[in-house]
Structure formats: structure tokens, C-alpha cells
């Protein structure tokens, strides 16, 4: 029997529905609390993308690409019956401090936005039952997996900002 995406909830028309899943896109997309992602990324000097300042582990550039392959990742294991689990650390992280061409970055700008709204539309959507459990996981509902990137993306994006107030490219 082929397993496929958990999409059979009912349309419910719930108010309570209708709210969880617009605080969850809020909440994807750095509502509240957090610092958006464009809000982060814009305008970080080229040149200080692959700067590791003192006492920290990691570049922008490392953390950018984290944040979008990481996101993928719970991206396609929530829609995709065939996912692959990647192998930690190395599939997670960019083998090189530095992008090796601007045109680097930008995509990696630009794929990191595409999934993030596919996400925010798979939990928008009132066809995605966000409690059924995915049933290639071991218990994992679209629910977790959307509080999980939202967490996962808040923590990383706060290093960022961090890096860039330590290389005194922060206004805010």
C-alpha cells in the first residue's frame, strides 16, 4: 500500500482551525517575538558573509545554508512519502565558509523563501490534517514538524544576528 501525505482532514470550518493555522504561519514567517528572515539577511555586506567572527563557530554564510538545507529537509520529510533521511551533521551544513559567488547567496536567499512558503501553505491549507501522524515518520504530525521549523529557524536566525552585531553590520 503506498503511504501519501496526511491530507484527509475534513473541512471543518472551525474558527479554532482557521486560527491554529494562521498562527502558525505568523509564526513561520518570524512573527512576534522574532526577527524576520529578509529583516536579517537584507543588506549583509558581501564581504562579511564568509567572516567568522571571534569566538564563534560559524559564518553567515554557514548559517544561511544551514537554515536552508535544514528547512528543506523538514520540508520534504512532511510531504513526501519517499523522503530520505540525510546524514547529520554533513548534509546539513555547507562544506565552505564563504559563498563562492554572490549568485550563490542570492539562491540560497531565494530557496530558503520558496520553502518557507510552501510550508506556510501546507499548514494553510485546510486539506492537511495537521494531527494525523505522517505516516513515513514514527509519530511526527505536520503540526510538530511546523512548530519544529519555526523553533529551529527562530534559533538560528537569532545567531545571525548576533554574528552581525559582533561584525558591526547590525542596525537594528
Known sequence: MK??????????GNRH???LREHLVYLLAG?????????IIKDMP???????????????????EHLRLA??????????PKYKAREWPR??????????????WNKSVQEFRKDLKTMQDLVSDPKTDLYARIPWGDGQTIL?????????????????VDLRRLLGAWKG
Open 144 to 160: 510538530r514538524e511546523a512548530l519544529l521549523l519555526a523553533d529551529h529557524n527562530a534559533y538560528h536566525l537569532g545567531q545571525l
Open 3 to 12: 503511504k501519501s501525505a496526511p491530507k484527509a482532514a475534513p473541512a471543518t
Open 71 to 80: 528547512q528543506w529537509d523538514i520540508l520534504e520529510f512532511s510531504r513526501n
Open 17 to 19: 482551525d482557521k486560527q
Open 91 to 104: 548534509d546539513y551544513w555547507p562544506t565552505t565558509e564563504a559563498p563562492h559567488t554572490l549568485t550563490a
Open 46 to 64: 558581501e564581504n562579511l558573509r564568509g567572516v567568522k567572527p571571534n569566538g564563534l563557530p560559524h559564518t553567515a554564510w554557514m548559517l544561511l
Open 31 to 39: 512573527g512576534g517575538a522574532h526577527a524576520k528572515f529578509d529583516d
